[in-house]
């Protein structure tokens, strides 16, 4: 897959490392930082300690030294910081740089309104222009498919290397530019202006070029401000308390006392953690078209769960022929077999291997038999065949009997027997007809994947309601909904249904999450709070939902949900894990800034760090280096566990609020110590 | 510290648990306008009243238009308290004859009684007449309280409504809370308190002769003592004592009860007339809590969720025990310094530092006081905290700086700890994966926003504003003590202004600085404080309510409890830890070494 191939090797891929070091420096631009209030506020104490060591380099100081060395520490702390963004914008960019290789100019064949073609750049295309594609070239534009059928590469978009089917007509029509035909032609009529492209809206999401900042990130944010501007006021009336108490002190000690105490940690990290996020989620090959969409899957309460290809394997599969009285099993499973040689959808060919494992029968060539195939309509509900004579009809039993009624028959007894207790054990029954006598009955299995009951068991234990949606009916519907363990299920879902289904979960105050790729599943997309729209969906479902599944595997559903989580619970540790930081700073930094004065303040020096001075220095590099430290973490993404609210908040508690009190009282006393080593201070 | 202190302390606390829930109960059915037993007698007086004032009572208000109510009420009836004072020598009930109170402090006084804080520059029953204390400070007393009630209730309800735009109407809560609560309570107490031996009556000052003849330090004007040539203080002879009166039980209770403070006397609970029995002084410390204590029972009650209610509680609790017997611990131990002098317990000594206490209350009875006090936003004493030792006067301050929010004042308490509350929910909601919920209401950032305003506004008035006292010549030209000592009455004198507390560590004398700079924040610590939590209450009120699940943020359970006060005590001591660190602390320290100021 390509994003997988574009994923950086290492988290520390010395190319992005490279060019997030640059970005730092550029990032110093008080323009940039002034998005950051928190570290902005480090950069102007950076500034005033510079200022006031140029002063002390002309004047000359006693404690140049010290003062060389809070400064410089002071402005690792910005271009720490500044790195951390950098690098998590720097694995977005690496795959920008991928998908833009398949953005290279391509020449369409556009159609003349009089039907000739005419060859332009594709740069050209605007909305509403037809285009022709012939095999091995490149779709110019995102587009529908008007006329044709062909098989598409679209590696360059998903990764996937197989190629997919595109036509006229359906769900299955969406094109996008830069994806290759790869055999027969196809007619597209474009869909987007260049620069509005798919692939440009992805390119632009993975750069992170149009971030803003997400709902949860701006209250996140105004608290880190309030927070900061509490201690920039408790250390700046600090100094006439210091001065009453007969013992000033400089700009230094007040500067690296606030930049301790201030949530730099957070504040240094907050944009890398959203945009890890972001990449977290292009890595599982989805992309989510606003942050605000990612949070959003993080709260949702409810998941509507398409039956088909998320809950149980795509396709259902025959397990069983059952005879009408008077039928034998070899007769249904001849007509059943007639009826589905030439139906290639998957529960057509699984009846043919039935057909062919238990009841030993060939396949035939129908052609020489003029074997006309009678596929399936929306209409009729049925499928079959006419073969020599006779008229053989599979499909759902209500649609067979009205089928059988018309042509003077009728659905025995025991017949629709069969089908009930087929449908009660969640199996989908099809009635085979011929001529007009009912055969026999199929029995379609659905297969519910391995391993979804617990996970639908986990997101039970953490408050997520799961609704299986199917247009099973209701007999069928909960059976496979007991199968799978899911909480509640609509059989019979129309996409009505859907939306209302929607609507009256949100008017309750829960948020909903939905897969859907078909059309008529774009008002519910849209509705949704999160919409995960499957790439092979139409072009109308893509632009309604919120995300777009590369992969179209719905049950990436799951996914989408806990990187959602496990965005939020990564800025909730980091942030009670700045603030439990400061207990340990405390202790650090105010017995040194008054112990010149009040030796008895010595007391509360619990760390025995050396000096004051290595104190100060020890407190402000544990506050720089700390930033680096949790680069990985915020990248990575705090560890997730499927558990309670309760317990979560328990175990987080635990690491990040009592681990964020004791650890820097280990990390300041370590870093004095080799301060005191090193005769720095 | 003994064990009869503590089986004291143990008992009062049992009280409180038991009168939480029936105050509860009974406050939620005031508030909801259901009937209760009060209503034959009282309901014909609400009904007479929204008569004559046009008070439509079915119609609520938006926060807004509570707000500007609130703010309206508070303006006039300050207005109306100043115009007295300042025109008391020439109205009734003034048998002392007192004049007119000077402008500044007239307008302290004011800023003071409106805003709960009941901090006195001045000494009651040498300035001010019975009809100011009894129309004017008296009135305040009741409707300070009251206001604040309506205020917790109208935030319990932003809390509990489902998409609604009005969070009550602020007349209506108001003149419920005084006729329901304030008033009846109020009364019993008084009555209560008279069979202490708490004097009522209009008579004019006693004198009475010295059983001995005392000899005491003449003091100037200035406040110094008179000294003569040879540098000797110059001694008065004094054989005859002045004895205060007045209407001291009805203000009494209700000082108590609308966690007011504000004494008749100056000795305030100290003094014999105000709290003359260790059993008056239980009665008086029940009366603190049983309003704030309640309240938590009647948010569990209007939000659903009993067990939240207890949660709250118990954070208050676990806060109130942290306090108490630091204090207990602090004063029994005595002072170091004074190594020659009996600070044990025995049957004749009650042990430990008792500088500044009464010896009717004892070590327990009175850091139990001090803790409760300043516990609630109350400001009533029954000793001098300036004379605990200094960890043990560090107790009251810093229960005040982390915003009188263990029961808290009437109302304020409430409104506060819930704003702390958001701040938890918020701060640690995150951990859990979802954007963080308060009973079901999802906390955003406009929430955020007020919330960060409130808990600003308090520190900035504070700090500021002490530490420009520190450094202006008008701030040390009226402290008494120097060192980390007079740091500490500096900070105490602001904290209990912005806290709207009202108690003082005295040692720090009234100037136009003090007057206007004290005025200035109770105000700004009252009502810029309310404005933006009535925006929180009326944003809540408008979200919806997502019923909770297994992922919902626990807000019932013992470890939100711990989170609670970890919040409250990190946020309290990382923005005063600084200033703490040269004021108490660092007096602890030295007095260890051997110094003391």
């Known amino acids: 897959m390509l994003v997988k191939e574009a994923k950086p090797k290492s988290l520390w891929d010395a190319k992005i490392v490279r060019t997030a070091l640059i970005d730092a420096l550029v990032k110093l631009h008080p323009r940039t930082m002034m998005r950051n209030p928190v570290m902005f506020v480090v950069e102007i104490g950076s500034v005033v300690t510079s200022v006031l060591l140029a002063k002390d380099l002309v004047r000359g100081s006693g404690s140049f030294g010290f003062d060389l060395q809070i400064t410089l520490w002071l402005w690792f702390t910005v271009l720490f910081a500044n790195f951390a963004e950098a690098m998590a914008e720097g694995r977005g960019k690496a795959q920008a740089e991928t998908l833009r290789r398949a953005k290279s100019e391509t020449m369409a064949n556009r159609l003349l309104p009089d039907g000739r073609a005419e060859t332009v750049s594709g740069s050209k295309l605007r909305v509403g222009d037809l285009v022709v594609c012939c095999a091995g070239e490149v779709i110019p534009g995102d587009g529908d498919v008007v006329e044709g059928v062909a098989s598409v590469d679209e590696s360059a978009i998903t990764g996937e290397s197989a190629p997919v089917i595109r036509e006229a007509g359906g769900d299955r029509s969406a094109v996008t530019g830069g994806t290759r035909v790869l055999s027969d032609q196809i007619k597209v009529k474009i869909s987007s202006n260049p620069g509005e492209t798919f692939l440009d809206r992805m390119i632009a999401l993975v750069e992170g070029a149009e971030r803003q900042k997400t709902p949860n990130e701006i209250a996140l944010n105004i608290l880190l401000a309030g927070l900061t501007i509490v201690f920039l006021l408790a250390v700046v009336t600090l100094q006439p308390f210091a001065i009453y108490s007969g013992s000033p002190q400089t700009v230094f000690v007040l500067v690296s006392l606030l930049v301790c105490l201030i949530p730099t940690t957070i504040g240094g990290l907050l944009s890398a953690i959203g945009i890890a996020g972001m990449d977290r989620l292009v890595q599982h090959n989805v992309l989510a078209m606003s942050g605000r969409a990612v949070e959003a899957a993080g709260d949702v309460d409810t998941l509507l769960l398409d039956k088909t290809g998320t809950i149980t394997l795509g396709n259902r599969q025959a397990s069983e022929f059952i005879a009408a009285p008077g039928v034998s099993n070899d007769q249904v499973a001849d007509a059943a077999q007639l009826s589905s040689l030439p139906d290639e959808t998957p529960e057509g060919r699984s009846i043919v291997v039935l057909a062919k494992e238990k009841y030993g029968l060939r396949g035939r060539d129908l052609t020489a038999h003029q074997a006309q195939f009678v596929p399936f309509t929306a209409q009729t509900r049925m499928s079959g065949v006419n073969f020599d004579g006779r008229v053989i009809r599979k499909g759902a039993a209500d649609a067979i009997e009205r089928y059988l009624k018309e042509n003077g028959g009728y659905l025995p007894k025991e017949v629709q027997a069969t089908v009930e207790t087929i449908a009660r054990s969640g199996g989908t029954p099809l009635v085979v007809a011929e001529n007009n006598r009912a055969l026999g009955v199929i029995h379609l299995k659905d297969i519910v994947k391995g391993g979804i009951r617990e996970r639908f068991a986990q997101l039970r234990a953490m408050g997520i309601k799961t609704v299986m949606i199917t247009g099973d009916n209701p007999l069928t519907a909960a059976a496979i909904a007991r199968e799978a363990g899911v909480d509640d299920f609509l059989a019979q879902a129309t996409p009505k249904d859907k939306m209302d289904l929607i609507k009256k979960e949100q008017s309750q105050g829960k948020l909903v999450a939905m897969t859907g790729d078909g059309t008529n599943d774009a008002p519910a997309l849209a509705q949704a709070d999160v919409g995960v729209a499957m790439n092979t969906g139409t072009q109308a479902a893509k632009e309604a939902g919120n995300m777009v599944d590369l992969d179209s595997n719905p049950t990436k559903l799951l996914e989408i949900v806990e990187i959602g989580k496990q965005l939020l619970m990564t800025r909730g540790s980091l942030t009670t894990f700045s603030i439990a930081n400061d207990v340990a700073k405390y202790f650090a930094i105010i017995p040194a800034m008054f112990a010149g004065t009040f030796p008895v303040l010595n007391a509360l020096n619990i760390m025995h760090l050396a000096t004051p001075q290595s104190a100060v220095l020890s407190a402000v590099i544990f506050n720089a280096l700390i930033i680096i430290a949790l680069i990985p973490l915020a990248l990575r993404g705090v560890q997730y566990k499927a558990m309670s609210a309760a317990a979560l908040l328990r175990r987080n508690l635990w690491v990040y609020g009592a681990g964020g009190v004791i650890v820097p009282f280990i990390g300041i006393k370590i870093i004095d110590l080799i301060i005191r080593a090193l005769r720095l201070a | ?597």
């Open chain 2, 1 to 597: 510290m003994t064990l009869n202190g503590w089986l004291q302390i143990l008992f009062y606390f049992v009280v409180i648990v038991l009168v939480a829930k029936p105050m509860g109960v009974f406050m939620t059915k005031v508030f909801s306008r259901e009937r209760t037993w009060l209503d034959p007698v009282v309901r014909p007086v609400e009904r007479v009243l929204y008569k004559l004032t046009r008070v439509d009572e079915e119609r609520e208000m938006r926060w807004t238009e509570y707000s500007i109510a609130m703010l309206l009420f508070s303006g006039v009836s300050m207005l109306v308290l100043y115009l007295l004072e300042r025109t008391q020598q020439w109205l009734p009930l003034n048998p002392q004859k007192f004049a007119a109170i000077p402008q500044d402090l007239a307008f302290n006084t004011a800023a003071s009684f409106t805003t709960n804080t009941n901090w006195q520059f001045y000494t009651g029953e040498q300035v001010m007449s019975y009809l100011t204390q009894m129309a004017g400070l008296a009135f305040h007393n009741f409707a300070s309280a009251a206001v604040g009630m309506a205020l917790a209730v109208a935030f319990i309800r932003g809390i509990a409504r489902r998409e609604k735009d009005t969070i009550g109407n602020f007349w209506v809560d108001m003149t419920r809370a005084t006729l329901w609560v304030l008033v009846p309570i109020s009364l019993v107490a008084a009555l209560a308190l008279v069979s202490q031996g708490v004097i009522q009556n209009f008579k004019p000052y006693d004198t009475v002769k010295l059983v001995e003849p005392q000899q005491i330090q003449k003091v100037g004007q200035d406040g110094k003592p008179v000294v003569d040539a040879s540098g000797k203080p110059v001694m008065d002879t004094v054989t005859e004592q002045t004895v205060a009166q007045g209407p001291i039980a009805s203000q009494e209770a209700i000082k108590e009860l609308g966690t007011n403070g504000g004494g008749f006397m100056n000795a305030n609970s100290a003094h014999p007339f105000e709290n003359p029995t260790p059993f008056s002084n239980f009665i008086e410390m029940v009366l603190i809590f049983c309003i704030p204590a309640g309240l938590t029972y009647t948010l569990g009650r209007m939000t659903g969720s009993q067990k939240h209610g207890w949660a709250v509680f118990a954070a208050m609790a676990v806060l109130f025990f942290a306090g108490v017997t630091t204090a207990y611990w602090a004063e029994s131990r005595g002072n170091p310094l004074l190594a020659g002098v009996e600070q044990h317990v025995s049957p004749l000594q009650p042990g430990g530092n008792m500088e500044g206490k009464e010896v009717r209350f004892g070590i327990a009875n009175s850091a139990l006081f001090a803790t409760v006090t300043t516990d609630a936003s109350c400001g009533a004493v029954n000793g001098m905290h300036d004379s605990y030792t200094p960890l043990g006067g560090m107790v009251p301050l810093v229960n005040i700086m982390l915003g009188e929010i263990v029961f808290g004042g009437v109302g304020a308490g409430m409104y506060g700890i819930l704003i702390f509350v958001v701040l938890s929910v918020f701060i640690a909601g995150l951990m859990v994966g979802r954007t963080p919920e308060y009973l079901g209401k999802k906390i955003e950032s406009y929430d955020v926003k007020m919330a960060m305003l409130y808990v600003l506004i308090f520190p900035l008035m504070i700090l500021v504003l002490a530490a420009a006292s520190a450094l202006l010549p008008q701030g040390l030209a009226t402290l008494n003590n120097n060192g980390p000592h007079g740091l500490s009455e500096i900070l105490y004198a602001f904290t209990s202004g912005t806290g709207n507390n009202g108690s003082a560590f005295a040692g720090l004398g009234p100037n136009r600085w003090y007057n206007l700079a004290m005025g200035f924040t109770m105000l700004v610590g009252r009502f810029l404080m309310i404005v933006p939590m009535l925006a929180v209450a009326g944003s809540l009120a408008k979200k919806k309510i997502v019923p909770p699940s297994p992922g919902t943020f626990p807000v019932t359970t013992p470890l939100f409890t711990v989170l609670l006060v970890s919040v409250i005590i990190i946020v309290g001591a990382l923005t005063f830890f600084p200033a703490l660190s040269l004021g108490p602390i660092l007096e602890h320290l030295l007095m260890h070494a051997g110094k003391t100021f």
